[in-house]
C-alpha cells in the first residue's frame, strides 16, 4: 500500500500571499489531519476531516482552512501567510477502524515564508 | 499548563547507553499512550502504543504507562546511531476518533 503523500514537499512564499497544500491519504483511510510542526511549539493539531466533514478543529486563526474531497483527498489554504506561519505542514491519515486512533503521517511541507 | 509536556533536550548518549524518554499529562480521559520516531526531514512514525496503565516491550524499546502518576516513559536499551531522530509521545482517549495531542519531542543523538 503507498503511504500518505505530500505535494509540493517545499514551498517559499512572502508575506501576504496565499497558499495551497496538497495530501493524499492512505487509500481507504477516510479520515485525514492537520497538523504545524515547529521548533518553538512542537506538533499542534490544525483540524481533522472526515469524509468530507470537518470533525475536529485547532486553536488557529480563519487564515487556515481546509477541505477534503470525494476520494479523501485533503487541500490545506493558509491566506494573508505570515512569517510565523513558516513551519512543517504534515498530513496524517487514520482508518479509524481499530481500536485506537493510528495515524500514519506524510513526510509533510516546508513552508518558508520570506 | 500543558496538556502534554516532555522534556525538552536535546540528549545526545554514548552507542550502547540506555535512554529514558519521558512525558507527562495531565487529562484523565487519556487511554491510549503512543511513541513516535521522526527522523530527519520524515514524518513521524508510529514506534509503540499501549493502553492504560503497564509495560510494553517490543526488541530493544519498553513504553511503560503510569496512570496514577500521570507519566509515560520510553526505554531505549542497547542504543544504536540509527536511533538517532526525534521521539514524540502522543495521547489519545477511548475511541478510534480521539484527537492525538503530541508532546513537543526530544531530539536523540546516539554518538558512535
Known amino acids: 500500500k503507498a503511504g500518505v503523500t505530500q505535494t509540493p514537499r517545499y514551498l517559499i512564499k512572502t508575506r501576504g500571499q496565499q497558499v495551497t497544500l496538497s495530501c493524499s491519504p492512505i487509500?481507504?483511510?477516510?479520515?485525514v489531519s492537520w497538523y504545524q510542526q515547529t521548533p518553538g511549539q512542537g506538533l499542534q493539531f490544525l483540524f481533522e476531516?472526515?469524509?468530507?466533514?470537518?470533525?475536529n478543529k485547532g486553536n488557529f486563526p480563519g487564515r487556515f482552512s481546509g477541505r477534503q474531497f470525494s476520494n479523501s483527498r485533503s487541500e490545506m489554504n493558509v491566506s494573508t501567510l505570515e512569517l510565523g506561519d513558516s513551519a512543517l505542514y504534515l498530513c496524517?491519515?487514520?482508518?479509524?477502524?481499530?481500536?485506537?486512533?493510528?495515524?500514519?503521517f506524510g513526510p509533510g511541507t516546508r513552508l518558508t515564508v520570506l | 499548563q500543558k496538556e502534554v509536556e516532555q522534556d525538552p533536550g536535546p540528549l545526545s548518549v554514548p552507542e550502547g547507553a540506555i535512554v529514558s524518554l519521558n512525558c507527562t499529562y495531565s487529562?484523565?480521559?487519556?487511554?491510549?499512550f503512543m511513541w513516535y520516531r521522526q527522523y530527519s526531514r520524515k514524518g513521524p512514525e508510529l514506534l509503540m502504543y499501549?493502553?492504560?496503565?503497564g509495560n510494553k516491550e517490543d526488541g530493544r524499546f519498553t513504553a511503560q504507562v503510569d496512570k496514577s502518576s500521570k507519566y509515560i516513559s520510553l526505554f531505549i536499551r542497547d542504543s544504536q546511531p540509527s536511533d538517532s531522530a526525534t521521539y514524540l509521545c502522543?495521547?489519545?482517549?477511548?475511541?478510534?476518533?480521539?484527537?492525538?495531542?503530541f508532546g513537543k519531542g526530544i531530539t536523540l543523538s546516539v554518538r558512535p
Open positions: 499501549t493502553y492504560s496503565s
Open positions: 487529562n484523565s480521559a487519556f487511554q491510549y
Open positions: 487509500s481507504g483511510h477516510r479520515s
Open positions: 502522543a495521547m489519545s482517549g477511548f475511541k478510534a476518533n480521539s484527537k492525538l495531542t
Open positions: 476531516y472526515f469524509s468530507e466533514t470537518q470533525r
Open positions: 496524517a491519515s487514520s482508518s479509524q477502524t481499530g481500536p485506537y486512533n493510528e495515524q500514519f
